[in-house]
Structure formats: C-alpha cells, structure tokens
C-alpha cells in the first residue's frame, strides 16, 4: 500500500536562491518557492496498521526544509564551481563550511558570500532532480532511524514554483 503527501496543501515548501552554472538561462542566480510531493510505498504493519506514520513523514521533511529555506544552495560537487583555495579533489561540505566566507569562480565570474548566507549541499548540481534525490535519501535515513522495517520505495518530487517538478524513486 502506499501514502502520498501533498507539499503545497501539507505545507512542505522552502523559498531557495541558487543557479546552474553555464546554463545559458539558469546560470544567473535566481530563486523559487520549492514544495515537496512524497509516495511512499510498504507493508501496513504495527498496531496502527499504518504504512508509514504521516506525523514521522512530515516532521522529516519539514526539517530538511528549514535546513536549506531563506538560503543560496552552492553544490560543493559541481564541476563549473571553483572554491578559492580548495583545490577540486579536495571539496568537501566540512571544509568549506568552516570558512567565514565562501570565495568561488564560475567561469569569470566571481563570487563572495558570507557562508551563513549558504547552504552547502554534497551534490553535483541543485537542480529539481538532484535536489528530488537529496530528500529521498535524506527522508529514507530518517525512517530508517525511526525504526521503520517494512517499507519498500519511496518517491520524492522537487516542484521549482508550481507546474515542473523532478520525481526519484528510490528503492528501500
Ligand atoms: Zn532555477
């Protein structure tokens, strides 16, 4: 059996600033008001006979919310992002956010923000569909933390403002 969750009537959301670097129109910082839309598939199990407890679903997905709301997301990862004085193979989220400020180049343009402006995320871009598999892994762990055994997938949809979204399934 499976429980959905709708992000914008459950209130799911986060207002984020980020860019793709070297696109074309994307590659201009910008912002969107994200919801988040999750499926999540299992065996009924417990002395409720839920899937999944929607409480446990929400309060995850909320936190991971808050944690990148009001912020510039910055992939560590992406291969166009240079980080002054980090060379490439050793970028890591720990590193970077000990720094005060975060000095980086995207082609010849440079950039200077102070790190608590930031969210740093261990992705290779922050797209809709990398930013859809960094809450399904993310929500999978919590459940796992939570004790849950009987679930089989989960699907976790990144909407950039309402109309266009990324969907990954992940299986558990
Ligand atoms: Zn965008």
New binding site residues.
């Given amino acids: 059996m499976k429980i959905l969750i709708n992000g914008i009537n459950a209130n799911l959301r986060f207002s984020s600033a980020?860019?793709?670097p070297s696109h074309e129109t994307?590659g201009f910082i910008?912002g969107?008001s994200y919801f988040v839309d999750v499926e999540i598939e299992g065996e009924r199990a417990g002395e409720f006979q839920f899937v999944v407890d929607f409480k446990d679903v929400k309060n995850s997905l909320r936190s991971i919310c808050k944690s990148l709301d009001h912020r510039l997301l910055v992939p560590v990862f992406n291969k166009h992002i240079s980080f002054k004085d980090v060379p490439d193979n050793e970028k890591s989220v720990e590193k970077l956010q000990k720094e005060k400020s975060l000095q980086f180049k995207i082609g010849d343009k440079g950039y200077t923000i102070p790190t608590v402006d930031c969210v740093l995320l261990p992705l290779p871009t922050s797209s809709a569909e990398d930013l859809a598999k960094f809450f399904a892994d993310k929500l999978s762990d919590d459940l796992k933390d939570m004790g849950y055994d009987n679930l089989s997938s989960l699907s976790a949809c990144v909407n950039?403002g309402i109309g266009q979204g990324a969907l990954y399934n992940k299986e558990l």
């Fill in positions: 980020h860019l793709i994307c910008h969107h950039e």
